[in-house]
């Protein structure tokens, strides 16, 4: 996509040139793609009303554009937009007229001093039990070989507590069995971290190596740790329908995937006594901000000082 300077003020080209200039920054195409729709969402709205121009877009219509998010209900369900989803569809609007002032597209920035809603804190929603990981796991007994490779990809999760395309992007030799860590390649932000790994899934990491992956590989394989049943890696998609599966299979009634082992590894490891910027290093996370969340889902040592000072715990 080309880096001229739209000659237009309409919308679209607008929201093309800053996606572009997004590209160019070296965003990731996901982060892109994200801005790119919630700015479409933003022009169908706008035109609708009248405006297809970015001169014409100001603080008074981002009030209105807000309203509008707040009183939308999805169609399958009739829910509200949650309070995070309605500050990323204004923020990304915000933003791009910041940029294309600096820009030098438009004159004045008419948004410069839109009130963006707070975020508030949403809590994960509830998580797997440390039973409860365990229950998941063993379901992989009744799969074979494909349920060795299924165990050894949970347990990296589990243990790791990596993003899922932090997992799906993992090579052999990115698992140092001697010193079990794992090499994180090109994380949230472009960043590479090691991180450690329990000794039970290097375990399984070796077994599925050497019992499982080599039945697997093809010329779409390449040096890709873990690959589905056609050879090629995983997408994104197919990791969690993979974990939904299990956790489903195990009679466990709590929702996700791939993040439940991720959001169960920091609990746990709170819940255990580990200082807060540890978990944050091990989770990969730039802001401590967004770690601290797991200190309010982790109710262990609230229980245990509740139990022991309220009058109604001791009845």
């Not at 700015?39 to 970015?54: C, D």
């Not at 006594?273 to 990969?284: K, P, T």
């Not at 730039?286 to 715990?313: G, I």
Request: glycine share 6%; hydrophobic share 35%; proline share 3%.
């Amino acid at each position: 996509m080309s880096l001229i300077k739209p000659t237009t003020q309409a919308l679209i080209p607008c929201i093309d040139y800053y996606c572009a200039l997004c590209r160019a920054k070296g965003q990731s195409e996901n982060t892109v793609i994200s801005k790119q729709a919630a700015l479409s969402l933003f022009n169908t709205w706008a035109v609708k009303h009248g405006v297809t121009t970015v001169d014409r877009v100001n603080t008074e219509l981002l009030d209105n554009y807000q309203q509008y998010l707040n009183h939308y209900r999805k169609p399958l369900n009739g829910e509200p937009l949650c309070r995070a989803t309605i500050r990323y569809r204004l923020t990304a609007v915000k933003v791009m007229m910041r940029i294309l002032f600096i820009k030098g597209v438009l004159a004045t920035n008419a948004t410069e001093h839109f009130e963006l809603p707070k975020n508030g804190r949403r809590l994960p929603k509830p998580i797997l039990s440390e039973p409860d990981v365990d229950k998941v796991l063993q379901q992989t007994e009744h799969y074979g070989a494909m349920g060795v490779r299924d165990r050894a990809i949970m347990e990296t999760y589990y243990a790791a507590g990596i993003r899922r395309f932090e997992l799906q992007s993992l090579h052999i030799d990115d698992v140092d069995f001697e010193q079990y860590k794992l090499r994180v390649n090109q994380g949230k932000g472009f960043k590479d971290r090691y991180v450690p790994i329990a000794k039970s899934a290097c375990f399984w990491i070796y077994r599925y190596l050497k019992e499982v992956r080599g039945t697997l590989v093809n010329e779409h394989s390449g040096k890709t740790l873990f690959i589905a049943n056609n050879g090629k890696p995983f997408r994104v998609a197919q990791l969690s329908e993979l974990v939904a599966k299990y956790i489903k299979r195990a009679g466990v009634r709590k929702q996700g995937a791939c993040n439940q082992y991720r959001h169960a590894a920091a609990t746990h490891m709170v819940d255990n006594g580990a200082d807060i910027r540890h978990v944050q290093a091990f989770l990969g996370h730039a802001d401590l901000s967004t770690t601290q969340v797991y200190v309010h889902v982790s109710l262990v040592k609230l229980q245990e000082v509740y139990n022991n000072t309220h009058p109604a715990a001791q009845r």
